[in-house]
C-alpha cells in the first residue's frame, strides 16, 4: 500500500533491502501485489479500449475502427457492427485505406510508480536468489493448481451459495405484504449464470431443476436442501486422508537437500530479532485431508520441518474478495499483541488475540494455518441438527412461518398496526421457542463434555475459552467488525483458542468512517453464556476485557501512532471499492482522523479509563463500580430483546 502513496520512496528502500537480506520475508506478498497489479493494468486497459470503441462510433459512425486491445490485437469494427480481429501491424491493401489504430494508454488512475516499483523488487530478488526463487515459485505454482476443487466440491459450493443467498431473501420478504412466493429476477439471472458454469455431469439436470420448472421460492429452497445433503453425502463418503501423490508428485519428492532452504512459510509474522532460528520444510506429508467446513471443501497439508515440527495449512481457493483488507487487520492486531506481552495487567492472564498465520500466494489463493483440532461453531450447531433430525434452515423457516402468520392476523384488522416494540417482542419469544424446542442452550457445553478427556480438562478448557471470547469481543467492538456469525469462529479443540476469520471493519455507505449497523457490541449469544457460567463471567470476562483495553490504552503504547497508516488505507480501500479517486484532501484526513478517535475512545471505555481515574481520586467517593462500563456492554450483549433484534441470520438462540 505504501508504494502507492507519498512515502514510497522510504518504502521501496526497505522492501530492497528486505529482499536483499530476507528474500523470504517478502516474496508471498510480492508475488500476490505483482499479480493484482496485472489483472488490474489488464482491466483498466480493457475498459480504456472499450471507450476508445465507444467514442470512434459516436464521433465516425460510417467508418471502421481499429482499437488496440490488452493483448496487442487491433479488433476492426464496420458499419455493420460486426469485430474482426488482426494484427496490429498488418500490412495489405485494406490496411491501407484505414485510419491507424489509436494506442490505448493505461488510465491516470492506474498505479504505475507502485507497479514499477513491484517489478523492479521482484527482479532483485530474482538476481540475488535465481535458484531459491525458482523453487519457491514452483512450490506455490504446484500448491495453487493441484489442490484445485474437484467438479463435485466445486457444485457443492456453489449449491451452499445459493442456500444462503436463498435464506437471505427468505428472511427479507417475510414482512413483504405482497409477496408472491416467486423467485425474484436477480436471483432467476443468478441461476442462469451458475448454470453455464456447471460441470457436464449435472448441468442439465440443475438447468431443469432450477430454471426450466421455474419452482416457487419455497421449492427452491427445499430442492437446495435436497442437492446440499445429496453432495455433502458423497463428499464424507470420501476418505479423509487421501496420499498427496493423488495431487502433486512434485511436493511428494519434496526434499530439504534438494532444494534451497525454504522456510516454512508465516513466520515473519512473528516477532523475533534473527531468522536463524526459523524452522526450514524437511518435507511434505505424505498424505494430506480434504475437510469440510460451513459450506466449503478445503485441502489441507502438512509441512515437517527439519527441528521435527508439524506445522498444518489449509489451502483456501478460492478465497474472499476483500482478503487484503483482512490482511491489514491482522497485521495491526499483531502489534497490539505485542504490547499485550508487554504488560502485567494482560501478560499474567495470558491474554492475546490468536491470528493463525495466513499466507497469500495469489489474488485467489492463500494458505491458512490450522490444524485438524479446529472446529467453527456453525459445525458444532450443524452437527446439534443432524442429531436432532433438523435440517441447519429449520429455525429460521419456523421463525419466519411464524412472523407471517401473526402479520397475516394483523393485516386483517387494518385498524390494529403492529408496533416496533410488539415487533421486537414477538421476534424474542419466537427464538425463546426455538431455544426450547430445536436449539438449547446446551449445545456449545454438551460438545465440549463429550471432546474433553475429563472434568480438569473441561475446566481449562471453559478458562481459556472465556479469556479468549474476551479478546474476540473486544476487537469486535474497538473495530466494528459485523456479521459475526457462528461459522466465523473457529475454536481449537486441543488449545482453547479462537480465531475469528473475515476480520473486516464495518465501515457507512456514506462516508469512510468505521461504523457497524449490529446492535449487540459484540457476540454473547446463549449457547455461548451457558459454557461460560456465570461465575467465569463476572470474574474472568469483565476483568480481561478491562486489562486488555486498560494495556492498549495506556499513554506510553501510543495507539493514535499504530492506528494512522491502518486507518488511512481503509479509507484508500474504501474510496478504491466505489471507485472514486481520492486525493489527501481536508475529508480523506478529517475521515482518518475519525476513525483513529473511535477507535482510542472505545479502547479507553473497555479499559474503564474514566472509572478508575474516579477511584483513584481521594476527594471523590466512586458511585460506580470500577468495571461499569464493560459490565454495561456485556449486558447489552446478553439482553435478549437486543438479540432478537440482530434477526434470524444471526443465529441469536445459538
Given at each position: 500500500m505504501s508504494l502507492s502513496h507519498r512515502e514510497s520512496k522510504h518504502a521501496r528502500y526497505v522492501l530492497q533491502s528486505l529482499a536483499k537480506h530476507f528474500p523470504q520475508a517478502i516474496f508471498y506478498q510480492l508475488r500476490t501485489s505483482r499479480e493484482e497489479m496485472h489483472l488490474l493494468k489488464r482491466a483498466m486497459t480493457a475498459r480504456a479500449a472499450q471507450a476508445a470503441l465507444v467514442e470512434a462510433r459516436r464521433t465516425n459512425p460510417d467508418a471502421s475502427t481499429d482499437v488496440t486491445m490488452a493483448d496487442g490485437t487491433a479488433t476492426n469494427v464496420g458499419t455493420s457492427g460486426e469485430a474482426s480481429t488482426q494484427a496490429s501491424n498488418?500490412?495489405?491493401?485494406?490496411?491501407?485505406?484505414?485510419?491507424?489504430?489509436?494506442?490505448?494508454?493505461?488510465?491516470?488512475?492506474?498505479?504505475?510508480?507502485?507497479?514499477?516499483?513491484?517489478?523492479?523488487?521482484?527482479?532483485?530478488?530474482k538476481t540475488a536468489f535465481p535458484l531459491l526463487i525458482l523453487s519457491l515459485e514452483t512450490m506455490v505454482d504446484q500448491i495453487q493448481h493441484k489442490f484445485k476443487l474437484s467438479p463435485e466440491e466445486e457444485v457443492y459450493r456453489n449449491v451452499c451459495m445459493l442456500m444462503q443467498d436463498a435464506t437471505q431473501n427468505f428472511v427479507i420478504r417475510v414482512n413483504a405484504q405482497d409477496d408472491?412466493?416467486?423467485?425474484?429476477?436477480?436471483?432467476?439471472?443468478?441461476?442462469?449464470?451458475?448454470?453455464?458454469?456447471m460441470p457436464l455431469f449435472v448441468r442439465k439436470e440443475f438447468e431443469d431443476e432450477f430454471i426450466a420448472s421455474k419452482p416457487t421460492h419455497t421449492q427452491?429452497?427445499?430442492?437446495?436442501?435436497?442437492?446440499?445433503?445429496?453432495?455433502?453425502?458423497?463428499?464424507?463418503?470420501?476418505?479423509?486422508?487421501?496420499?498427496?501423490?493423488?495431487?502433486?508428485?512434485?511436493?511428494t519428492e519434496f526434499q530439504y537437500s534438494k532444494v534451497d532452504e525454504i522456510e516454512v512459510p508465516g513466520q515473519y509474522t512473528e516477532e523475533k530479532d534473527s531468522n536463524q532460528s526459523f524452522v526450514r520444510i524437511q518435507k511434505y506429508a505424505s498424505?494430506?485431508?480434504?475437510?469440510?467446513?460451513?459450506?466449503?471443501?478445503?485441502?489441507?497439508f502438512t509441512l515437517y520441518g527439519n527441528d521435527h515440527s508439524r506445522t498444518s495449512f489449509i489451502v483456501q481457493l478460492p478465497c474472499h474478495r476483500q482478503s487484503?483488507?483482512?490482511?491489514?487487520?491482522?497485521?495491526?492486531?499483531?502489534?497490539?499483541?505485542?504490547?499485550?506481552?508487554?504488560?502485567?495487567?494482560?501478560?499474567?492472564?495470558?491474554?492475546?488475540?490468536?491470528?493463525p498465520a495466513i499466507v497469500s500466494c495469489s489474488p485467489s489463493v492463500r494458505l491458512f494455518q490450522t490444524d485438524s483440532s479446529y472446529v467453527s461453531f456453525g459445525d458444532i450447531y450443524d452437527l446439534h441438527c443432524e442429531e436432532a433430525?433438523?435440517?441447519?434452515?429449520?429455525?429460521?423457516?419456523?421463525?419466519?412461518?411464524?412472523?407471517?402468520?401473526?402479520?397475516?392476523?394483523?393485516?386483517?384488522?387494518?385498524?390494529?398496526?403492529?408496533?416496533?416494540?410488539?415487533?421486537?417482542?414477538?421476534?424474542?419469544?419466537?427464538?425463546?421457542?426455538?431455544?426450547?424446542?430445536?436449539?438449547?442452550?446446551?449445545?456449545?457445553?454438551?460438545?465440549?463434555?463429550?471432546?474433553m478427556d475429563g472434568p480438569i480438562?473441561?475446566?481449562?478448557?471453559?478458562?481459556?475459552?472465556?479469556?479468549?471470547?474476551?479478546?474476540?469481543?473486544?476487537?469486535?467492538?474497538?473495530?466494528?467488525?459485523?456479521?459475526?456469525?457462528?461459522?466465523?469462529?473457529?475454536?481449537?479443540?486441543?488449545?482453547?483458542?479462537?480465531?475469528?476469520?473475515?476480520?473486516?471493519?464495518?465501515?457507512?455507505?456514506?462516508?469512510?468512517?468505521?461504523?457497524?449497523?449490529?446492535?449487540?457490541?459484540?457476540?454473547?449469544?446463549?449457547?455461548?453464556?451457558?459454557?461460560?457460567?456465570?461465575?467465569?463471567?463476572?470474574?474472568?470476562?469483565?476483568?480481561?476485557?478491562?486489562?486488555?483495553?486498560?494495556?492498549?490504552?495506556?499513554?506510553?503504547?501510543?495507539?493514535?501512532y499504530h492506528l494512522c497508516l491502518f486507518s488511512r488505507d481503509e479509507v484508500s480501500a474504501w474510496m478504491s471499492m466505489r471507485g472514486k479517486p481520492w486525493n489527501v484532501d481536508g475529508v480523506f484526513r478529517q475521515s482518518v482522523t475519525a476513525n483513529i478517535e473511535s477507535i482510542v475512545k472505545k479502547a479507553e471505555g473497555l479499559g474503564c479509563k474514566s472509572e478508575r481515574e474516579s477511584a483513584m481520586q481521594s476527594s471523590v467517593t466512586p458511585n460506580t463500580a470500577v468495571l461499569q462500563s464493560v459490565t454495561s456492554l456485556i449486558t447489552a450483549a446478553t439482553n435478549p430483546m437486543q438479540l432478537a433484534k440482530m434477526g434470524e441470520l444471526y443465529h441469536p438462540w445459538f
Open positions: 498488418t500490412s495489405g491493401p485494406s490496411a491501407a485505406n484505414q485510419p491507424p489504430a489509436p494506442a490505448v494508454e493505461l488510465p491516470p488512475g492506474f498505479p504505475r510508480g507502485a507497479y514499477e516499483h513491484v517489478e523492479e523488487i521482484m527482479q532483485v530478488l408472491d412466493g416467486q423467485l425474484n429476477p436477480q436471483t432467476v439471472m443468478m441461476l442462469q449464470r451458475m448454470a453455464a458454469n427452491y429452497m427445499q430442492r437446495l436442501q435436497t442437492w446440499r445433503d445429496r453432495f455433502e453425502k458423497l463428499i464424507d463418503s470420501r476418505p479423509r486422508l487421501q496420499p498427496l501423490a493423488l495431487l502433486s508428485h512434485y511436493l498424505k494430506f485431508e480434504t475437510c469440510r467446513s460451513n459450506g466449503s471443501c478445503w485441502k489441507r487484503r483488507r483482512e490482511e491489514r487487520v491482522i497485521q495491526i492486531l499483531r502489534t497490539f499483541n505485542g504490547a499485550l506481552n508487554r504488560k502485567k495487567e494482560s501478560r499474567r492472564r495470558n491474554l492475546n488475540f490468536h491470528l433430525g433438523i435440517s441447519k434452515e429449520e429455525p429460521i423457516l419456523y421463525s419466519g412461518e411464524k412472523v407471517k402468520q401473526v402479520l397475516r392476523g394483523f393485516r386483517e384488522f387494518p385498524s390494529r398496526q403492529l408496533t416496533k416494540t410488539e415487533y421486537i417482542t414477538l421476534k424474542k419469544e419466537i427464538f425463546e421457542e426455538i431455544n426450547v424446542k430445536m436449539v438449547p442452550d446446551s449445545v456449545i457445553t454438551n460438545y465440549m463434555v463429550r471432546t480438562e473441561l475446566w481449562r478448557m471453559r478458562k481459556q475459552f472465556t479469556h479468549q471470547l474476551a479478546a474476540c469481543g473486544f476487537m469486535t467492538f474497538v473495530l466494528s467488525i459485523s456479521s459475526r456469525n457462528p461459522s466465523r469462529f473457529q475454536i481449537s479443540r486441543s488449545t482453547g483458542l479462537i480465531a475469528m476469520t473475515e476480520l473486516l471493519p464495518g465501515i457507512s455507505s456514506q462516508l469512510p468512517i468505521f461504523a457497524t449497523g449490529d446492535v449487540v457490541p459484540f457476540r454473547f449469544t446463549p449457547n455461548m453464556q451457558h459454557f461460560v457460567g456465570t461465575n467465569f463471567m463476572d470474574g474472568i470476562l469483565a476483568p480481561s476485557i478491562m486489562a486488555i483495553g486498560q494495556s492498549l490504552s495506556e499513554p506510553e503504547f501510543d495507539l493514535e
